[in-house]
């Protein structure tokens, strides 16, 4: 989530309403993940004394992959649409916001 909204923060500043209502989208779903996956591990956890089926673990690996995908996705539309040659701050922050996702993916692949 933090990574998601120093993205959030730079579609702020660019003025594209398309860029801040698409972060602002990713957000949301990241929520909605992290909702659905905590109930289905409480509904297994109070039925099946937690015995982690492989439906849970496909749910596991699909939100991991959406979540990479868009964290990976998301900076990359400010490199076309952010103006990065007039603004080192704002390069500095796209380039470490692209940079931990790329991090966040690369942890998070052994562990699938």
């Known amino acids: ?28 779903s990241f929520a909605c993940m992290w909702v659905g996956l905590l109930i ?15 439906p849970v673990a496909l749910s596991q690996l699909i939100s991991d992959v959406i979540a990479d995908v868009s964290l990976l996705v998301a900076p990359l539309q400010f490199w076309k649409n952010a103006r990065l040659s007039r603004s080192r701050k704002m390069k500095i922050l796209v380039l470490s916001s692209f940079g931990a996702s ?10 699938l």
Do not use: D
């Open 1 to 28: 989530m933090s990574v998601i909204f120093c993205i959030i923060r730079i579609a702020n500043r660019s003025g594209s309403k398309v860029q801040k209502w698409i972060t602002y989208l990713i957000a949301v």
């Open 40 to 54: 289905q591990k409480v509904y297994v956890c109070v039925f099946h004394a937690c015995h982690l089926f492989k």
């Open 102 to 111: 790329i991090l966040i993916t690369v942890i998070t692949i052994p562990t």
